[in-house]
């Protein structure tokens, strides 16, 4: 193993390893810490949790077994992946974890930088955009879990930090590595631990990459993933593999489910329906009422999938959302979609779905465990930093979408890439 990765989310996780992937590194994502398990075969491991929004402190405590595990499985540099729009609170969990790992390392200086250029997030002066909108100003304003209000990273890094947070700036990493390098010094210098760093193209997470590759610990989102194999390459550490996307085709029946509420995966259940796919809402306060909205969802998918793929969703319009989390509480409502989604997406594989796609990265957790499912072997991308991947040992594949990603007609172009 060259890199062991510690993702704060499901999606999250599969969509780190799909930039290692495109770039020839063979990567396996384990679902969870692995007990009393040896490390599988492939170039990186990406151990993925579900700590992004938990308590800080058991953030921490999951995070740092995850590292733990890493280290005795062998790994040489290390990378804590997070949001690309640094989804968080004041209290965390961003900033308290990147220094729990930091200290374990006995690490002094690490990079925060969430670009993804490729999905619209880049960061500039340390601000963060979502396309051409400064962070604060686009969707995740309003965003159930996680609602983030101020674009300034330096900022919201801070506040969730005990050491001092610095900034690179874009005309630094425009000089290359080595002036990156010599601001990291210069920061180091000034008691900085933590420096958010500016990127707004696939150039500058490259420069990035090779300044980093020194730092016991990485942390960004996907973005910064994109340079490290051509490092590792260059150090002799990693030989490319161009089949390393290469899954098995897998027969049967596909399905959706969706229980994100991003204004994304809105747009694609829109879309799906109004192409005329058929879909099925699950409907909270019935949930709520004890209602059996699972049995209710499972026999109508059963009445269509033998003419195509289905789905299911809570996915609702922010009004909406922000209508139930009040009548039932937010962690109790988001808990009751999750369950009933998980016992959906069972369900449909008991029933002979093979290709499931799921929206959501607190959805995507919550299918994976009800599936009983350890690791993921990484495929080939749908779209920017969503791609494939087949249950270990099983005919399954799975898609695991962050309710951010995809274009408008994801689930449809999702489900033609494997059939």
């Known amino acids: 193993m060259i890199l062991g990765v510690i993702a704060d989310d499901f999606t999250g996780a599969t969509d780190v390893a799909s930039m290692l992937v ?3 590194m063979r990567t396996v994502q384990v679902i969870g810490v692995p007990q009393n398990e040896a490390a599988p075969e492939a170039d990186a491991v990406v151990v993925a949790l579900k700590s992004r929004t938990t308590p800080a402190a058991q953030a921490v405590s999951e995070s740092l077994a995850a590292l733990r595990w890493l280290r005795a499985a062998g790994a040489r540099q290390f990378y804590f992946k997070y949001c690309s729009t640094f ?9 308290p974890v990147a220094e729990a790992l930091m200290d374990a390392l006995g690490s002094d200086f690490a990079i925060a930088c969430p670009a993804f250029p490729e999905n619209g997030r880049t960061v500039f002066r340390g601000h963060l955009f979502v396309g051409d909108q400064l962070l604060s100003d686009s969707g995740m304003r309003t965003h159930p879990l996680t609602p983030m209000t ?6 919201v890094l801070q506040a969730q930090s005990r050491g001092r947070v610095g900034l690179v700036r874009h005309d630094t990493v425009a000089q290359g590595a080595d002036a990156v390098r010599a601001r990291f010094d210069g920061l180091r210098a000034d008691g900085v631990r933590l420096a958010v760093a500016d990127a707004i193209d696939n150039d500058g997470l490259r420069v990035l990459a090779r300044a980093c590759a020194d730092l016991p610990l990485i942390t960004a989102g996907s973005g910064v993933a994109l340079g490290l194999p051509a490092v590792y390459a260059e150090r002799g550490w ?3 593999d161009a089949r390393a996307a290469a899954l098995p085709p897998v027969g049967g029946l596909s399905a959706v489910v969706s229980g994100s509420c991003s204004s994304a995966t809105h747009a694609q259940v829109a879309h799906w329906l109004a192409s005329g796919q058929p879909g099925f809402k699950v409907d909270v306060h019935a949930l709520a009422e004890g209602r059996p909205v ?3 969802a499972l026999a109508f998918a059963q009445q269509h999938l033998s003419d195509g793929p289905v789905l299911v ?8 959302v922000r209508a139930v989390q009040a009548a039932l509480g937010v962690e109790h409502a988001g ?7 998980a016992q959906v997406a069972a369900s449909l594989v008991d029933a002979g779905v093979r290709r499931l796609v799921v929206a959501g990265g607190e959805t995507s957790g919550a ?8 690791s993921l072997r990484i495929g080939a991308t749908i779209d920017p930093g969503v791609p494939w991947t087949q249950a270990e040992g099983r005919p399954l594949l799975l898609a695991l979408k962050s309710g951010n990603f995809g274009s408008v007609d994801f689930f449809a172009k999702a489900l033609a890439q494997v059939a």
């Open 367 to 374: 299918v994976v465990q009800a599936l009983g499912v350890r």
């Open 313 to 320: 969703y809570a996915t609702s319009a922010a009004d909406e």
């Open 22 to 24: 495109r770039a020839g």
């Open 238 to 240: 990693l030989t490319p």
């Open 150 to 155: 101020d674009a300034d990273l330096v900022r």
């Open 87 to 95: 989804d968080s609170t004041p209290a965390g969990n961003i900033g």
């Open 335 to 341: 808990a009751m979609v999750e369950e009933c989604l």
């Open 294 to 296: 699972a049995v209710q």
